[in-house]
């Protein structure tokens, strides 16, 4: 039997603009946020896509919202904002 390993656990870095974000939207969201950022964590799952330019980094899609992020090295993200799609690009 052959045990199926789990990616290595990336550790994630808030920025300061980011937490305010989090802050600022309502409890239940942010925690749905907090749990699609989580799973994206342990499990590399979810919607993610590179960004064009002129914007950097990737961006990871929770409901109504968009999480996006830097890589800092291949073991950790910077989150660098949360937005809602509506506001996101502009």
């Known amino acids: 039997m052959s045990e199926d390993k789990a990616p290595e656990r990336i550790s ?3 920025s ?5 974000d989090l802050r600022a ?3 239940n969201t942010a925690v749905q946020i907090l749990h699609c950022v989580d799973r994206y964590l342990s499990i590399r799952n979810g919607n993610v896509k590179k960004l064009k330019p002129p914007r950097t980094g ?4 929770c409901g109504d919202h968009r999480v996006f992020f830097d890589l ?6 910077e989150i660098t904002g ?6 996101a690009y502009r």
């Open 12 to 14: 994630v870095i808030w």
């Open 16 to 20: 300061p603009e980011a937490r305010a």
């Open 25 to 27: 939207i309502d409890r």
């Open 58 to 61: 990737f961006r990871l899609r």
């Open 72 to 77: 800092k090295d291949e073991n950790s993200i």
């Open 82 to 87: 949360v937005r809602n799609r509506r506001e």
